[in-house]
């Protein structure tokens, strides 16, 4: 089961993280959190696993009214919620990938017909965002 959408981008690792941002706000997603695996796999477990993890960040994004939405339709979608979305890059790769969770996975999880279309919503922007970056290079 392929559980994620994605999208390769010849740039370099910053930048990719930089255009995903603004490709997610584009389509009215915002970055709650962020996580660094890099730096926090060097601080915890040493430069070995920060090296072989490579450059790594889940950003935490949310849409507020397709969230707002989905905890209408079932308060435990909450535990779910921000979609995380990946840049990363190998110190080996020439190119950064960018991928999302696909919403359709809530649906796997649910029966309420609300939380298909906040999920089809969901996918189709973050289609959008990740197609958006599809032509960048550098």
């Known amino acids: 089961m392929t559980y ?10 910053a930048e990719a993280v930089e255009r995903t941002r603004e490709a997610l706000a584009a389509q009215g997603f915002g ?18 696993a920060a090296d072989a993890v490579g ?8 849409n507020p009214a397709l969230a707002s939405r989905a905890l209408a339709a079932e308060p435990e979608m909450g535990a779910l919620l921000p979609c995380n979305v990946v840049v990363r890059r190998n110190s080996s790769a020439d190119a950064t990938i960018v991928e ?16 298909k279309e906040v999920a089809d919503d969901a996918g189709t922007r973050l289609r959008k965002a990740l197609a958006s970056l599809s032509g960048a290079t550098e």
Do not use: H
């Open 4 to 13: 994620t959408l994605a999208t390769t981008v010849s740039l370099p690792w």
């Open 31 to 48: 970055i709650l959190t962020e996580i660094n695996v890099r730096s926090t796999f060097e601080a915890k477990l040493g430069a070995e």
């Open 55 to 62: 450059d790594y960040v889940i950003l935490g994004a949310c």
């Open 100 to 115: 999302a969770i696909d919403p359709q996975t809530m649906v796997q999880l649910s029966s309420a017909p609300s939380v």
